[in-house]
């Protein structure tokens, strides 16, 4: 199931879209039990700009391109600076100076730290339309990528913001119309880099299900699970899922009016779940603490409908484990 219809899980899902609406957020998300494909969702088609989370399968082609022999993980890159010096972007694109880093840690700065330059950097031996190949050769849900990372961040929007906070956040949600057109460019379902919760899902699910192993390298997604759950951006829906009995695992996606999180969380009986949260404001600010607990909450309650009502988990199913392996 979806949405589900005539029961207390249907009441959950409205109190869900009502508690959005009210905070100002449109949302597609969808939370799916890994193993028994159980699910619920909001407007999972709902297709949104992603900002940073297509860093996710640009770092998959990266690394199977590694695994092939195709690129050397330890070859050195001169990334140059992006010298920006507002708050925000983190790792080389605050730099300064050209810096000479080798791929795999390109890779790790890009997917962990979300660093922008690191990115491009990487978009620059694999091109978008190569990433694509690449993923479907994968058999692994393809988005189609438009343009670097680097561009997000230096748009007459952005200057307006760091003109005065909060002013570049009113014409971003102005300029944005109901079915996803907006005279910003990066804001544009027609010209950007877009997708759903559903095509997130599915990524995701692929680097995590051990049946995939015949498409997605074992070493490759055991890689790219390592460098999700050392994400150091943690304010958004890891306070509702990083625990002493649970691993949370994501990557988050931030530009303007636009907050995304998805990721994977890894129960200590063996349930794995994953959440993927595409959320657009309506409200002009920058920083929106409100809006962060409300995605939050929304996730987590989805999350606990879909873990009441999926399957129990087989004994010895892929991914359970002791209490005693639990970080």
């Known amino acids: 199931m979806t949405e589900p219809t005539g029961s207390a899980a249907a009441h959950v899902v409205r109190q869900v879209r009502g508690e959005l609406a009210d905070a100002g957020l449109t949302a597609g998300i969808l939370v799916r039990d890994l193993d028994s494909g159980h699910e619920v969702g909001i407007d999972p088609h709902l297709d949104l700009p992603i900002a940073s989370l ?28 992006g010298r920006v010096t ?12 050209p810096a000479s880093v080798a791929l795999e840690d390109l890779v790790y700065l890009a997917v962990s730290l979300s660093d922008s330059s690191a990115c491009d950097a990487l978009l620059a031996l694999t091109p978008p339309a190569q990433v694509g190949r690449v993923l479907r050769e994968l058999a692994v849900p393809g988005i189609d990528i ?6 997000l961040g230096d748009t007459p929007v952005e200057a307006l913001e760091h003109l005065h906070p909060g002013l ?31 095509v997130l899902a599915d990524l995701l699910a692929a680097v995590w299900r051990a049946d ?11 890689r790219l699970r390592e460098l999700l759950a050392a994400n150091v951006h943690r304010q958004r829906l890891a306070p509702e899922f990083d625990r002493d009995a649970s691993t949370w695992s994501s990557k988050t996606g931030t530009v303007l009016n636009l907050r995304h999180e998805a990721g994977v969380v890894e129960h200590a009986d063996g349930r794995r779940i994953v959440v993927v ?14 809006a962060e607990i409300v995605l939050g909450r929304a996730a987590r309650r989805l999350h606990d409908l879909v873990r009441r009502t999926a399957p129990p988990v087989r004994a010895g199913a892929p991914g359970q484990r002791s209490s005693s392996g639990v970080r």
Do not use: C, Y
């Open 54 to 81: 297509v860093k996710v399968p640009v770092a998959l082609a990266t690394l199977e391109r590694i695994r092939r022999g195709e690129l050397d993980a330890a070859a050195t890159v001169t990334v140059e600076p």
């Open 86 to 97: 507002t708050a925000g972007p983190p790792g080389t694109t605050r730099f300064r100076h």
């Open 146 to 151: 438009r343009h670097g990372l680097g561009e």
């Open 168 to 198: 570049g956040h009113a014409f971003a949600t102005m300029a944005t119309t109901a079915n996803g057109g907006s005279v910003i460019r990066w804001l544009d379902v027609s010209v950007t880099t877009t997708s759903s919760a559903r």
């Open 212 to 222: 995939s192993a015949d498409r997605v390298d074992p070493a490759v997604s055991a």
């Open 277 to 290: 949260v595409l959320s657009r404001s309506a409200v002009a600010a920058g920083a929106q603490p409100a």
